[in-house]
């Protein structure tokens, strides 16, 4: 079989070429690793507001029928 025989500018080249592919590997790594991270909080995130979401259904079936209907009167001041 023949060989290849690379010149001085051939090897440059695919040096060259070699970091190009390593630093975009290094690159895609840290993207799929933030990518991980970013999932993770609007994971997290979700939960939250379904919590949030419960609750302030619970809250609502704990208000009085015609809530909000109050008089300013029925809600004194602390000293009087």
Do not use: C, W
């Not at 070699?18 to 939960?47: V, Y």
């Amino acid at each position: 079989m023949g060989q290849i025989v690379l010149s001085n500018r051939g090897m440059e080249h695919t040096q060259a070429l070699e970091r190009r592919i390593e630093e975009l590997e290094i690159k895609a790594s840290f993207t799929d690793d933030l990518l991980d991270q970013l999932n993770l909080t609007i994971f997290r995130q979700q939960e939250q507001i379904d919590r949030l979401v419960q609750h302030l259904a619970q809250l609502r079936q704990q208000m009085p029928e015609g809530g909000g209907t109050r008089s300013p009167r029925d809600e004194l001041p602390p000293h009087y």
